[in-house]
Structures are given as C-alpha cells and as structure tokens.
C-alpha cells in the first residue's frame, strides 16, 4: 500500500514586492506550491499544521534572519510537521558560513544562484538536504569539530531514548523517519531533538550530527 503523498509549502518572505512576485511565479512553475509573504507573523500555527512541510524562504538582505528564527522555534515547538528555514539573495560564502550555523537553517543560495539551481535546492532541502557550497560546509564542519572536541559523551547526560534519536538522526534521516522508526510521535521526536541540542549545546542537526559522530 503506497503511503499518502506529503504536502509542501513554500513560503517567500521579504520586502521586495517584485522580486518575490516573479521568484513565486517561478517556483510555481516547477510545480513547486509556492506562496510570497511580506512576514513570517502572517502565516499561524493553524496554517502550518496545513502542510507536512512548511520552507520559509527568506530574502537576506530584506528580512532580519534572527527574528525569523526566533518566530519559527516557537511555532515549530506547537505542530508536528516540519518548519524549515533557507535564505537567498545571500551576497558571499562568508555569510553562507555564518547562516550553516543558525537554528533551524537548512540552506542557502547566493544572489547569483541560477534558478535551475535555486528549485533544485529547495526540493533537496524537502528531501532532508543541507544546502549549501560545499567550500561553505567544509569550513563550517572544521569550526564545528574543534566545537565539539570540548564535550565528550561522559560529560553529557543524555537519556538512552535521546541516544537512540540521534544515533538515527546521525543517518540523515527526518524527523518522520526518526519517529517510524522508533515508533514515536513527531511531536516527541522534536522534544526529544531540542533536549538533545541544548544539552550538547548544539545550534542545529549539522553540529549534532557531528558530535553523535564524534562520541556515540
């Protein structure tokens, strides 16, 4: 029995009318459900829970990344469905270095990106993907292992089920898939996820992904 197809939403957001106009009608044409938003304060939980997956798409020089961030953890913590972040119009690998290692960022496309590029990117993003030049995550992986050098598994109390999350996060797999595969709800898979970060004091998947490398 084939399992239902998931819904995915994209969400332009920025200031720039017309740019995000011809960026939404793009998207749309590559069959991707696109929609142009001035905020990320427009779309409600209600609205999240409408998608299985939710991808704010934000313009970086317009929108202020951190408000953004700070918005979204809160409404990702009230739905199961997956809320993700990618930002465009992003002016040098510098930049992209510093985006890798905020909450919730998944990637990100530089003002010169083709489309071709830019939609395919967006559907690896849907698919689990990090997104960004590989210079770009090379160097912030290199940042992150001296990071993660300074913990080590016995100085981290991590509860056997929170073991077991990350152990199957490290494979790359989604939150759903974490959740089928421990047969546990989405909801408690993110739980069990922000516990995780905040007791290896960890930003994002990348930099926990690294450390259950390093020490589990």
Known sequence: ??????????????????QNALLTEFLVKEEVATKSIPSVETISVETLREFDQNLFLVDYHSVD?????????????????????????????????????????????????????????????????????????QAYLMKSRTFNKTFSRSEVNLTDREVEVLKVMATGAKNSEIATSLNLSPHTIKTHIYNIFKKINASNRLQAVNWAQENL
């Open 1 to 18: 029995m084939n399992s239902p197809q998931q819904t995915k939403q994209v969400y332009v957001v920025g200031s720039q009318q017309l």
């Open 65 to 137: 990344v951190n408000e953004v961030i700070a918005h979204l953890l809160e409404a990702d913590q009230e739905v199961d469905n997956d809320v993700l972040i990618a930002l465009f119009n992003v002016d040098s690998d510098d930049s992209l270095s510093r985006l890798a290692g905020l909450p919730m960022v998944n990637g990100g496309f530089q003002h010169d990106c083709p489309q071709a590029l830019l939609s395919k990117g967006i559907k690896a993003i849907f698919d689990g993907e990090l997104w960004f030049p590989r210079a770009v995550l």
